[in-house]
Nanobody, 126 residues
Framework: QVPLVVSGGGSVQAGGSLRLSCVASGDTPSTNCVGWFRRAPGKEREAVAT????????TYSDSVKGRFTISQDKSKKIVYLQMNALKPADTAEYYC???????????????????WGLGTQVTVSS
């Protein structure tokens, strides 16, 4: 069973918005750090945003800062990625990943995450 289930991808025009959701499956061990990643065709995977579940600390890549917002609903164990002002350059397959950290400061874009979900495609047309 896939540890994390991602939904919410789709096609939008530039300037539009989408919200992605990441839900931990029942078999996912307890985690407290979630990250969103993306991979565009022909490019390396890029870390987009992270959130430390314990205190809500977030980090963002420069490419999405100010446009994307990562948030969580702890009661439902869902992490969202609200994407606004989308650009064609945001077109990619988006993934979420989770891990357990000892300190919130280590929940960052450069972290190696242990649990991954399947991707969802986001396509932004000009």
């Amino acid at each position: 069973q896939v540890p994390l289930v991602v939904s919410g991808g789709g096609s939008v025009q530039a300037g539009g918005s989408l919200r992605l959701s990441c839900v931990a499956s029942g078999d996912t061990p307890s985690t407290n750090c979630v990250g969103w990643f993306r991979r565009a065709p022909g490019k390396e995977r890029e870390a987009v945003a992270t959130i430390a579940s314990d205190d809500g600390t977030t980090t963002y890549s420069d490419s999405v800062k100010g446009r994307f917002t990562i948030s969580q609903d702890k009661s439902k164990k869902i992490v969202y990625l609200q994407m606004n002002a989308l650009k064609p350059a945001d077109t990619a397959e988006y993934y979420c990943a989770a891990d357990r950290v000892r300190a919130t400061w280590s929940c960052t874009l450069g972290r190696m995450f242990g649990y991954w979900g399947l991707g969802t495609q986001v396509t932004v047309s000009s």
